[in-house]
């Protein structure tokens, strides 16, 4: 009888031990199978950008734009030295200086009119003249200095009274038609910048 309750006692042990490791089993499985899916979780959090640093920078591309350009840029006024070919190699006094003179007022009016040099600074338009003017040698220098004395005058009336240079106009070989072909404003942004730029001459009165 006593050895049938040890054998008893014994099994009821055995079967106690195999539920624990069972139960111990079970556990660890669970602990294991949720870590994935911690992990998962994670991963999602940082591939939506939540834990990326405070820190992190873009490229800030705002200011990057290049189809603009600078209409205040010396290299976008151009036609500068054509515009002014036709105030050299005469000067007041010089046959046919008259004419001459319409023709060189005629040219810078035309230039400054699609240079657009009212929507320019003074500084642009000054550098796009220095550009030209810089190139010529001290005689060239003092005879457009002497021409401008005309020129100036000539394109004002261009502008105001033209039909009181019909003669000269067509005596010149130009077209009336197409002048002024200039507004006043984009005039005296040129005039304004060779005032102050031109060197007076000795003969001037």
Excluded: H
């Excluded at 199978?33 to 998962?40: D, N, V």
């Amino acid at each position: 009888m006593k050895l049938r309750y040890t054998r008893i006692l014994s099994l009821l042990l055995c079967a106690a031990l195999a539920c624990s490791i069972l139960a111990g089993c079970s556990g660890s499985t669970a602990s294991s199978s949720e870590a994935p899916s911690s992990a998962s979780s994670s991963a999602s959090s940082a591939a939506s950008g939540e834990d990326l640093p405070d820190s992190t920078t873009r490229a800030d591309t705002s200011g990057l734009n290049p189809g603009d350009f600078d209409e205040n840029s010396i290299f976008s006024i151009t036609g500068t030295a054509a515009a002014f070919e036709p105030c050299l190699g005469w000067g007041p006094g010089v046959s046919g200086c008259s004419l001459k003179s319409v023709i060189a007022a005629a040219s810078l009016l035309q230039w400054a009119e699609n240079a657009r040099l009212a929507s320019r600074t003074p500084e642009a338009v000054q550098e796009a003249f220095y550009s030209w003017y810089d190139t010529l040698d001290a005689d060239e220098q003092e005879s457009f200095a002497e021409a401008w004395t005309m020129i100036e005058p000539d394109a004002l009336s261009l502008l105001s009274d033209k039909d009181s240079m019909a003669g000269r106009i067509e005596d010149a070989g130009l077209d009336p038609d197409t002048l002024p072909g200039c507004t006043l404003k984009n005039w005296q942004a040129l005039q304004t910048v060779l005032d102050d730029c031109v060197p007076e001459t000795n003969g001037e009165a």
